[in-house]
T-cell receptor, first 115, second 113 residues
């Protein structure tokens, strides 16, 4: 069964450094998402992406964050000048469409630790 | 705005018994979808089951069923014949139209032998 793939599984970065989290969505999916989950807390939406542009973003997704689909398969989340509070599990998800009955399939996540 | 409430931070169930995980929601949307995801201790998010707001039948997927009561705005997950491997965090989530998923705070289920 096709799945969303995220790399790396764990990233350790010094505060102030830039980090890029990578995702390969399911091949026939058109909508891509990033969520984050701070340890012990609920999953929070960051951004959605369709047709090579951001279609929705939350208030968390400020100028520190950016997303890109550099080629036909990868979908990346870049965090500039990381802060301690950016430590979290970051999930990439994809869906065939944004219809109400289309489940978003999640990757296994990247655990980001900021030191 | 959408809101998902899961009032049970933790639940215990004996192996082979059924368990109900509660989820209530609030939305002004007429059309929406409700989802349940499982998060094992390894951290991944696994899609379990979906219920559309206009679906007349309650959704079922193997041992999972969704007890959807639209008037009460509840979408409880029922797991029948619990197995040790069901021990995990369970998240209820809602999606409506063009908006991304809104998640509840989760319920940690522990299945005891």
């Amino acid at each position: 069964e096709p799945e969303v793939t995220q790399t790396p599984s764990h990233q350790v970065t010094q505060m102030g450094q830039e980090v890029i989290l990578r995702c390969v969505p399911i091949s026939n999916h058109l909508y891509f998402y990033w969520y984050r989950q701070i340890l012990g807390q609920k999953v929070e939406f960051l951004v959605s992406f369709y047709n090579n542009e951001i279609s929705e973003k939350s208030e968390i997704f400020d100028d520190q964050f950016s997303v890109e689909r550099p080629d036909g398969s990868n979908f990346t989340l870049k965090i500039r000048s990381t802060k301690l509070e950016d430590s979290a599990m970051y999930f990439c998800a994809s869906s065939v469409s944004r219809g109400r009955d289309q489940p978003q399939h999640f990757g296994d996540g990247t655990r980001l630790s900021i030191l | 705005a959408q809101k998902i409430t899961q009032t049970q931070p933790g639940m215990f169930v004996q192996e082979k018994e059924a368990v109900t995980l509660d989820c209530t929601y609030d939305t002004s949307d007429q059309s929406y979808g409700l989802f349940w995801y499982k998060q094992p201790s390894s951290g991944e998010m696994i899609f379990l089951i979906y219920q559309g707001s206009y679906d007349e039948q309650n959704a079922t997927e193997g041992r999972y069923s969704l007890n959807f009561q639209k008037a009460r705005k509840s979408a409880n997950l029922v797991i029948s014949a619990s197995q040790l491997g069901d021990s995990a965090m369970y998240f209820c989530a809602m999606g409506a139209g063009r908006r991304a998923l809104t998640f509840g705070s989760g319920t940690r289920l522990q299945v005891q032998p």
